[in-house]
Protein backbone atom coordinates (compact mmCIF):
# COMPACT_ATOMS: atom_id res chain seq x y z
CA UNK A 1 0.00 0.00 0.00
CA UNK A 2 2.75 2.24 1.11
CA UNK A 3 4.74 1.54 -2.49
CA UNK A 4 1.75 2.48 -4.26
CA UNK A 5 0.88 5.42 -2.52
CA UNK A 6 4.47 6.81 -2.84
CA UNK A 7 4.47 5.90 -6.57
CA UNK A 8 1.74 8.35 -7.03
CA UNK A 9 2.88 10.59 -4.95
CA UNK A 10 5.99 11.17 -7.19
CA UNK A 11 3.84 11.07 -10.41
CA UNK A 12 1.68 13.94 -9.06
CA UNK A 13 4.99 15.72 -8.22
CA UNK A 14 6.62 15.38 -11.00
CA UNK A 15 3.06 16.27 -13.00
CA UNK A 16 2.73 19.46 -10.43
CA UNK A 17 5.81 20.45 -11.74
CA UNK A 18 5.72 20.58 -15.20
CA UNK A 19 2.36 22.31 -15.20
CA UNK A 20 3.85 25.10 -12.94
CA UNK A 21 7.03 25.49 -15.59
CA UNK A 22 4.41 25.61 -18.20
CA UNK A 23 2.31 28.62 -16.93
CA UNK A 24 3.60 32.16 -18.75
CA UNK A 25 5.26 34.30 -16.26
CA UNK A 26 3.67 37.16 -14.44
CA UNK A 27 6.58 39.89 -15.09
CA UNK A 28 9.50 40.45 -12.71
CA UNK A 29 11.68 37.33 -12.56
CA UNK A 30 14.59 40.14 -14.10
CA UNK A 31 12.01 40.26 -17.55
CA UNK A 32 12.56 36.98 -18.44
CA UNK A 33 9.96 34.65 -19.52
CA UNK A 34 5.97 35.70 -20.45
CA UNK A 35 6.90 36.80 -23.86
CA UNK A 36 5.04 36.83 -27.42
CA UNK A 37 3.22 33.59 -28.69
CA UNK A 38 4.27 29.94 -28.26
CA UNK A 39 2.99 26.67 -27.34
CA UNK A 40 0.35 27.56 -24.50
CA UNK A 41 -0.27 31.00 -24.63
CA UNK A 42 -3.83 32.65 -24.42
CA UNK A 43 -6.59 32.75 -21.55
CA UNK A 44 -7.97 29.15 -21.88
CA UNK A 45 -5.05 28.13 -21.89
CA UNK A 46 -4.21 30.12 -18.75
CA UNK A 47 -7.41 28.42 -17.46
CA UNK A 48 -6.57 25.33 -17.88
CA UNK A 49 -3.53 25.24 -15.94
CA UNK A 50 -4.47 27.28 -13.18
CA UNK A 51 -7.40 24.01 -12.58
CA UNK A 52 -4.69 21.64 -13.31
CA UNK A 53 -2.23 22.94 -10.65
CA UNK A 54 -5.07 23.33 -8.18
CA UNK A 55 -6.11 20.11 -8.57
CA UNK A 56 -2.33 18.78 -8.77
CA UNK A 57 -1.85 20.17 -5.93
CA UNK A 58 -4.71 19.05 -4.04
CA UNK A 59 -3.57 15.79 -4.85
CA UNK A 60 -0.02 16.10 -3.61
CA UNK A 61 -1.42 17.32 -0.46
CA UNK A 62 -3.61 14.15 -0.20
CA UNK A 63 -1.29 11.76 -0.85
CA UNK A 64 1.18 13.47 1.52
CA UNK A 65 -1.59 13.15 4.54
CA UNK A 66 -2.09 9.22 3.02
CA UNK A 67 1.40 8.48 3.14
CA UNK A 68 1.73 9.94 6.56
CA UNK A 69 -1.11 8.03 8.26
CA UNK A 70 0.07 5.25 6.40
CA UNK A 71 3.44 4.99 8.37
CA UNK A 72 2.27 5.99 11.11
CA UNK A 73 -0.02 2.74 11.46
CA UNK A 74 2.70 0.69 10.17
CA UNK A 75 5.62 2.08 12.34
CA UNK A 76 6.62 0.71 15.66
CA UNK A 77 4.88 2.57 18.73
CA UNK A 78 6.97 4.47 20.83
CA UNK A 79 10.66 6.08 20.43
CA UNK A 80 14.09 4.57 20.27
CA UNK A 81 14.78 6.68 23.00
CA UNK A 82 12.74 5.62 24.77
CA UNK A 83 13.57 2.00 25.30
CA UNK A 84 16.87 1.12 27.91
CA UNK A 85 20.15 1.30 26.63
CA UNK A 86 20.72 -3.02 27.06
CA UNK A 87 17.81 -3.78 25.11
CA UNK A 88 19.49 -2.12 21.85
CA UNK A 89 22.39 -3.98 22.24
CA UNK A 90 22.52 -7.47 19.85
CA UNK A 91 22.95 -10.89 22.71
CA UNK A 92 26.26 -12.42 22.14
CA UNK A 93 26.06 -15.05 19.81
CA UNK A 94 26.96 -18.58 21.57
CA UNK A 95 29.68 -19.68 18.77
CA UNK A 96 31.32 -15.93 19.34
CA UNK A 97 34.31 -15.23 21.72
CA UNK A 98 33.15 -14.00 24.70
CA UNK A 99 35.44 -11.32 26.22
CA UNK A 100 37.85 -11.47 28.75
CA UNK A 101 36.86 -11.07 32.28
CA UNK A 102 38.55 -8.24 34.07
CA UNK A 103 42.05 -8.33 35.09
CA UNK A 104 42.02 -8.56 38.91
CA UNK A 105 45.27 -7.23 39.43
CA UNK A 106 45.87 -3.52 39.57
CA UNK A 107 47.62 -2.19 36.70
CA UNK A 108 51.24 -1.48 36.67
CA UNK A 109 52.23 2.36 37.86
CA UNK A 110 52.82 4.63 35.48
CA UNK A 111 56.61 5.27 35.53
CA UNK A 112 57.06 1.27 34.67
CA UNK A 113 54.28 1.46 31.81
CA UNK A 114 56.37 1.30 28.72
CA UNK A 115 55.51 4.60 26.74
CA UNK A 116 55.21 4.63 22.70
CA UNK A 117 54.95 8.42 22.04
CA UNK A 118 56.83 9.96 19.55
CA UNK A 119 58.77 11.88 21.92
CA UNK A 120 60.07 8.56 23.53
CA UNK A 121 61.37 7.21 19.70
CA UNK A 122 63.42 10.06 19.68
CA UNK A 123 66.00 9.84 22.68
Known sequence: MTTVLLVIHIMVATALVAVVLWQRSEGGALGIGGGGGGFLTGRGTANLLTR????????????????????????????????????????????????????????????????????????
Open 52 to 123: TTAVLAACFFLTSILLTLVSKHTAPAGSVFDKPASSTLVPNDPGQAQPAAPATTPAAPAEQAPRGGILDKLK
